[in-house]
Nanobody, 121 residues
Framework: QVQLVESGGGLVQPGGSLRLSCAAS????????MRWYRQAPGEQRELVAL???????NYAASVKGRFIISRDNGKNTVSLQMNSLKPEDTAVYYC???????????????WGQGTQVTVSS
């Protein structure tokens, strides 16, 4: 049993900043790739940022230079620092991770429940 829980969402004005966090808990042996996705109403869920265990990152073109993904392997957490926020960033943000779970022989994908980010004046 593994759970991912996001926190840090809320309402912010254009140009402002928010920091999202995601904590994994349960029967975790190890965590590999960690990702942030987002989904706006009526739209497809899209990958925002990815970070591998060694710290290598990839970003969607729309957020590159504004968002920073980071992780703490010792705490099983991943964060997304969002700067220079735009109304187009408004969405539900989801944490995702590939996890080796105790008692299983393969990696499994897990999702958080999502946290709302609203950018509006």
């Amino acid at each position: 049993q593994v759970q991912l829980v996001e926190s840090g969402g809320g309402l912010v004005q254009p140009g402002g900043s928010l920091r999202l966090s995601c904590a994994a808990s349960g029967s975790i042996v190890d965590i590999y790739h960690m990702r942030w996705y987002r989904q706006a109403p009526g739209e497809q869920r899209e990958l925002v940022a990815l970070i591998n265990r060694g710290g290598g990152t990839n970003y969607a073109a729309s957020v590159k230079g504004r968002f920073i993904i980071s992780r703490d392997n010792g705490k099983n957490t991943v964060s997304l620092q969002m700067n220079s926020l735009k109304p187009e960033d408004t969405a539900v943000y989801y944490c995702n991770a590939d996890i080796w779970v105790s008692g299983y022989d393969e990696l499994r994908g897990y999702w958080g429940q999502g946290t709302q980010v609203t950018v509006s004046s």
